[in-house]
Every structure is written in C-alpha cells, then in structure tokens.
C-alpha cells in the first residue's frame, strides 16, 4: 500500500522541530544531510526534504499528500492547499515596520509611501482592508535594510525577537498576522491515505497536548481537597489517595501550560503544599 507523502523543509527553522515531532511521535527514519526522501522504517511515511517556499505547490500537484510550513508561507503561496493542525512551534508575526525616528500615529502613515517586503500577496490584503495605496517593493531576503539604504520607507516582514528591527534602526508597528509552523494538506485524500494522516494526526495531537500541559502532584489536608479540585479539574477528575498521615491526602492532576502559574498560586492559597509539576510525554484525552 502507499505511504503517505509528506514534505518538510529541508534546512531552515522549521526542520529541527518537524523532525522531533515526528520523532516524539515514535516514527522512525535515517535523515542524512542531502538525502531528498526518505522512508520511515515503522510507519507508512515518507519524507521529501524541499525548500519551504515550495511545498504548498508540491501538495497542490500531489507529489506531497501534506506538508509542514508556516502559515505566512501558505497564505502568501496562494495554493489551494488547507491547513489542517497548528503545531506549535516556529511562532512569529508578520509585521509592517519603519525608522525608529518616524512619528507613527496609524497605519495612514503608510498612505502613498513605499514598503519592502517578500510578502507582497499578504501585504497588499491588508493595506487595501484599510484602504492604503502603497508602492510594494518585493525582495527575497535582508528586506531590513531597505529603509536604511533609501530603497522604501518601510518594510513587511517576519519578526520573532524584534532584535533584527532594533540593529537595523526600526520599529514594529503594525502586526499584520500571526504565524507558526502548521501541516497543510487536501481535504480530498484517498481513504487509504486519509486513514494514515487521521493516524499521524492523532499522535501529533497526543505529543502537542503532553507539551501544553504538566502533571501536577500535590499533598492537601482532607478539608481542602474539594476547593482544590474545582481549581485543577484534571482529565476526567483529579486521583485523590490518601497520605500516611492522618487527615491529609495527596492530590494528582494535569494543568494546562497557559493558566499554569496562576492555578498554582490559587491551589497554594487554598492549602497545598509537596507540589510536584512533571512533564507530560504524550497525553491522550
Ligand atoms: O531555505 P528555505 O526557503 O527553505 O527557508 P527560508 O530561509 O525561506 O525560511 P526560514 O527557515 O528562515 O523560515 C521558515 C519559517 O520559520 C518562516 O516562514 C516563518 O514561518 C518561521 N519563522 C519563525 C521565521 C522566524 N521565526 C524569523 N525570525 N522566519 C524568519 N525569521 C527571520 C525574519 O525574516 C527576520 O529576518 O528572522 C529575522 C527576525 O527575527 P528576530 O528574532 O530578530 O525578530
Ligand atoms: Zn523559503
């Protein structure tokens, strides 16, 4: 039977954490530096190792059934290509930027000026959503430095730290969109192969939500035990067992990463002490 085709990026900041993922998702195979495919020795997927820029047009002629890019790179390819599960990593924002000396009041600031981007198909959706006629310059990479050597006076691009903008004199000003690495695909797969990434999908979900969440141990006194269980409702519901000590019992639970401090702080107020926090390798609802 044929395996499902998937294309990741071959080199670039998207491979390391695909390739953990699929790792973490206990799938197995060789990747040696110039290999353009591979397959996994202990499940029907094979990998082809491609630039990212091309890969929604891979999965769109089917050489790939799916795929893993960022969502910027998906939306700017225009391919008629669906995301079908954010994964998590390789989080940034698309951004308009300008001079750090330039009095930015709105995005009218933009009005009849000039903005360097690689991203012009997304870039100009959101200019004209605000009705913006700028010049769009499109360059394919160090889109920083156009302000600086008189090219525009502004840029669209990716920003995850924002040191990039700082050294080169700017500053953010607009987020146009939100990104992260995302696996993309038809929604018109053949059976056999739907029931594969249905598999794939499956395990992802299970690594994704072991790492948004921790286990959380915890030792309470008996009279607390119902306060500190509408605070961590767990899975189904906490385990509660009781503690050697009279009068006391030792609480377990999961708590998701987002509301992690502040569920902490809250069960601490209402009387728990001995609180372990453990990671969470795969986690399946
Ligand atoms: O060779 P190939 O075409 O495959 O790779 P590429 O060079 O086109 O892409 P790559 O590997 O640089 O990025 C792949 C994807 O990672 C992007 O499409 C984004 O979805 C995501 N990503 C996450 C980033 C960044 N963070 C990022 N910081 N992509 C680019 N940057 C660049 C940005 O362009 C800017 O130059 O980093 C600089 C800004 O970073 P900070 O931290 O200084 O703000
Ligand atoms: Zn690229």
Not at 211 to 216: E, L, M
Not at 226 to 250: C, H, N, Q
Request: charged share 25%; glycine share 8%.
């Amino acid at each position: 039977m044929d395996s499902l085709k998937i294309a990741i990026q071959k080199s670039g900041r998207l491979s390391e954490d695909s390739l953990k993922l699929f790792k973490e998702c206990g799938i197995k195979f060789s990747n040696g530096a110039k290999k353009l495919k591979t397959i996994a020795s202990n499940f029907p997927l094979e990998f082809l190792f491609l630039r990212d820029d091309d890969i929604p047009g891979y999965v769109e002629d089917r050489v790939a059934d799916v795929g893993i890019v960022g969502r910027n790179v998906l939306l700017e390819s225009q391919k008629p290509v669906i995301e079908i599960l954010k994964l998590g990593f390789s989080r940034c924002r698309l951004s308009l930027a300008v001079s750090r000396d330039v009095d930015y009041s709105g995005i009218e600031y933009f009005q009849n000026k000039s903005i360097a981007t690689s991203y012009p198909f997304i870039l100009k959706n959101h200019l004209d959503d605000h009705n913006i006629k700028a010049e769009i310059h499109k360059i394919s990479g160090s889109v920083e430095i156009a302000p600086g050597i008189g090219l525009t006076d502004g840029i669209c691009d990716i920003v995850s730290s924002g040191s990039t903008l700082i050294s080169n004199g700017l500053k953010e000003v607009e987020v146009i969109m939100k990104s992260e690495a995302v696996l993309v695909g038809h929604d018109d797969l053949n059976d056999h192969k739907m029931k594969l990434l249905d598999r794939l999908v499956f395990r992802i979900n299970a690594v994704l939500e072991g790492r948004n969440n921790k286990y959380v141990l915890l030792n309470a006194p008996n009279d607390q035990i119902d306060e500190i269980v509408k605070i961590l409702p767990g899975m189904r519901s906490p385990t509660v067992l009781p503690l050697a000590e009279k009068g006391w019992s030792s609480i377990h639970s999961v708590i998701n990463e987002d509301e992690f401090w502040e569920n902490i702080e809250r069960i601490r107020e209402a009387g728990a002490e001995g609180i372990l926090v453990v990671p969470i390798e795969k986690m399946i609802r």
